[in-house]
Antibody, heavy 116, light 106 residues
């Protein structure tokens, strides 16, 4: 079964850091570009970051540029999001998603809450 | 940055109704557009990609059309399982999602 499972979310104070992980299974992870998307409580979807299959191309939304770092380990079938200098407005459910035509496989999401 | 504007933001409809949701891009995105369905507490589900291609396993009552800056998602006969929020997404330049359309029971 093709599956993505996020982990690493939690409660963190403003200015703190968190590292999210996304474990892939059931497909050849190293062949696909991947993305992080977030959804603040009661709000719509916001693209956060993208990484190509070999990590050659990396992109960030302006709202997280300079604070978040996307990476992947194809040997471990894993995608990561290092989040530093967290702000209250980063509070959201964070999803990882696979890129094919459109984004066809999504994880269940992990919740990040930034609050003092 | 490319902005995506969806309308309406909320839509009230009955089972069996034909439903149309519109998405407008701030600049041309060719056909690099997808539609997703999201239910509360769940991840989005891909319905349509490349503006008009139906994702495998998605019922044929869903269809997409458009190119350039104007796009539509049509549900030909609304079913009980279709009450959800729908998002468009451009992937011509990075990615941007529309604000969403909530389809409610009338």
């Amino acid at each position: 079964e093709v599956q993505l499972v996020e982990s690493g979310g939690g409660l963190v104070k403003p200015g703190g850091s968190l590292r999210l992980s996304c474990a892939a299974s059931g497909f050849t992870f190293s062949s696909y570009s991947m993305n992080w998307v977030r959804q603040a409580p009661g709000k719509g979807l916001e693209w956060v970051s993208s990484i190509s299959s070999s990590s050659s191309y990396i992109y960030y939304a302006d709202s997280v540029k300079g604070r978040f770092t996307i990476s992947r380990d194809n040997a471990k079938n894993s995608l990561y999001l290092q989040m530093n200098s967290l702000r209250a407005e980063d509070t959201a459910v964070y999803y990882c998603a696979r890129v094919v035509f459109g984004w066809d496989v999504w994880g269940q999401g992990t919740t990040v809450t930034v609050s003092s | 940055d490319i902005q995506m504007t969806q309308s309406p933001s909320t839509l009230s409809a009955s089972v069996g109704d034909r439903v149309t949701i519109t998405c407008r891009a701030s600049q041309s995105i060719s056909s690099w557009l997808a539609w997703y369905q999201q239910k509360p507490g769940k991840a989005p589900k891909l319905l349509i990609y490349d503006a008009s291609s139906l994702e495998s396993g998605v019922p044929s009552r869903f269809s997409g059309s458009g190119s350039g800056t104007e796009f539509t998602l049509t549900i030909s006969s609304l079913q009980p399982d279709d009450f959800a929020t729908y998002y468009c997404q451009q992937y011509n330049s990075y990615s941007t999602f529309g604000g969403g359309t909530k389809v409610e029971i009338k």
